[in-house]
């Protein structure tokens, strides 16, 4: 009869549960990483949409101050009248600028601060969504109803979630609040 020594025995690697408990806390860690990262990554947008509104309110104050403190007037809230305004594009298609550029960057083409919605070119906040613009006025002259700024004009960002908390993209009809929304002035 052959007897074996316990005390002799042979390890050849590592139990199924000692891997479990190391693929759990790997998972584990990751988990924690991932979410670490894109809060970092929505907090670095929320930043640069809050810098691109200001950028977008100095240079729509120059634009002002060069034509009679009149503002541009478009037909919807998006930033598509914005840009044709700032980058001197009228044709809002990306065209050589045919009037004053007051922000040279919009003419780079950069996919992160111009993109097309609607086949009108708009200046993208941080999530990559159209900045929102509303003149104060219409095209008469008179004041345009549920604008923020009486006398200027509003721009904001729908922010992080997507959704307005005040008006659609045409700047007219109710949509559902959320409190998110990022606001220039």
Known sequence: MTHF???KRFQRGFSLIELLVVISIIVILAGLGLATFRKVQRN???DLTKVRIKYATLKTEEYANENNGL???GDDASSAILYNALSGDYSGQGQPPTGPT???ELLNKDPSLVGVQGGKRVIFDGFLQSIRYRSARDENGQLVPNVKNDGSFDIWSVGPDGEPSDFNVDGTSESEFTKDDIWGR
């Open 71 to 73: 503002y541009p007037v």
């Open 102 to 104: 007051y922000w040279k």
């Open 44 to 46: 670095q947008a929320i």
């Open 5 to 7: 020594n316990s005390s």
